[in-house]
């Protein structure tokens, strides 16, 4: 006569339902779907601070951890502490799963910040723009205006610049709310009547003709007043945010002479993505492990993104290209969105939900 196995006590079960679904939840997060809330407003009005998405791992193919000792459901901290989830005693070479596709010219990319060197690649701060140049692509800014290989790149529906706005009378919250311009993305100057915001070029049009509004000026860097932060460092091209360019975007088994030139827009990646163990400039003349190099041929694609929000976006302008060993993968929908500045049950952004990203 069999004997009937034990009856598993009510904490076992929900123990072992706690590790089944975090297992599950770990898999799917690494191989397929991982949520993504956006923090900062350098993509509006594309995406809006308080949007909350997945981005697929699929599209491009899963990458494989460069870093496996980790929490599960972790990325740099354990949560509220300021605790490492992680220990970086392993870190395996890089390796992606097959995708679906490539990042393509145009698509919203969530990706590692490059520049977080203090962190492994795959553990760096998470960072959501467009992938406005891909290898081969010429990148260069005139006026504010993108243009890749030569041509006026494509615009998104709702992007944004800075202006300044006259008025002949104090403005308020309200007035700018009704025009879709919250109270993060205006201030007011020191003098008087004068604002700047960032909106759209539709929402312009609108404020010129309010007899409220006697000025509007779009905020565009003049060519040749360099900006001292932007990419690539030190290079005293005169570029800034708005004139910015022209700029060959590397990739993977392109060949590229090391003229003094490009030593300079290109010593930085190589140094720090390419994988090598010393890398030096003397003199306008590369050095890689102690050899002068007159030419270079590039290891992994590499990609130039920008903010939808032009004026208000830390992005390849400053920091330079992703390395293709960064991107997390595809920007696909938006599941939920909610407002800040609302409360109870008009804080969700109804015309959000379910949302695809273009």
Same mark, same amino acid.
Do not use: C
């Given at each position: ?52 998405? *997945?981005? #697929? ?21 354990? %949560? ?5 989830? @992680? ?28 520049? =977080?060197?203090?962190?492994?690649? !795959? ?21 504010? =205006? ?10 998104? =529906?709702?992007?944004? @610049? ?23 993305? *205006? ?51 005169? %570029?800034?945010?708005?004139? *910015? ?56 694609? @590499? ?8 004026? !208000? #976006?830390?992005? #390849?302008?400053?920091?330079? *290209? ?27 952004? %109804? #015309? ?7």
């Amino acid at each position: 006569m069999s004997q009937s196995k034990p009856k598993k006590s009510a904490a076992r079960e929900w123990a072992d339902a706690l590790i089944f679904a975090v297992v599950a939840a770990s898999l799917i997060r690494w191989l397929l779907l991982e949520p993504f809330t956006i923090p900062t407003a350098s993509m509006e009005k594309s995406l809006l601070v308080g949007d909350f998405l *997945f981005v #697929s791992k699929m599209h491009y193919g899963t990458r494989i951890p460069k870093t496996p000792l980790q929490f599960p459901l972790t990325h740099q901290k354990i %949560w509220g502490t300021e605790i490492s989830s @992680y220990s970086d005693a392993i870190q395996l070479p890089y390796y992606r799963l097959p995708g679906f596709t490539e990042v393509k010219r145009n698509d919203v990319v969530v990706f590692n910040y490059p520049v =977080e060197f203090q962190y492994p690649n !795959d553990l760096k701060t998470n960072y959501i723009k467009r992938a406005v140049g891909v290898p081969g692509d010429v990148i260069e800014i005139k006026e504010g =205006e993108l243009f890749v290989n030569n041509e006026p790149a494509l615009k998104p =529906e709702e992007m944004q @610049y800075s202006y300044e706005i006259k008025t002949n009378r104090p403005l308020t919250v309200e007035f700018l709310g009704d025009y879709g311009i919250n109270r993060e993305s *205006f201030y007011t100057a020191p003098e008087g009547n004068r604002y700047m915001i960032w909106t759209t070029d539709q929402t312009v049009e609108r404020l010129k003709s309010s007899p409220v509004i006697t000025s509007v000026t779009k905020a565009i860097m003049p060519k040749g007043e360099g900006e001292s932060n932007i990419f690539p460092n030190g290079s005293n091209y005169g %570029w800034n945010r708005d004139n *910015f360019g022209p700029l060959l975007i590397p990739g993977k088994d392109m060949k590229v002479e090391m003229t003094p030139d490009n030593v300079i827009k290109y010593s930085f990646t190589i140094e720090k993505y390419e994988g090598h163990q010393k890398v030096e400039v003397k003199d306008g003349v590369l050095f890689i492990d102690g050899v002068k190099t007159d030419s270079y041929t590039f290891k992994q694609n @590499y990609y130039f993104m920008m903010g939808d929000n032009r004026h !208000d #976006s830390l992005d #390849s302008r400053y920091w330079g *290209f992703v390395p293709e060993d960064h991107v997390v993968g595809k920007a696909w929908f938006l599941w939920l969105s909610l407002d800040k500045f609302e409360s109870m049950f008009s804080k969700i952004r %109804w #015309s959000r939900f379910l949302k695809g990203i273009e």
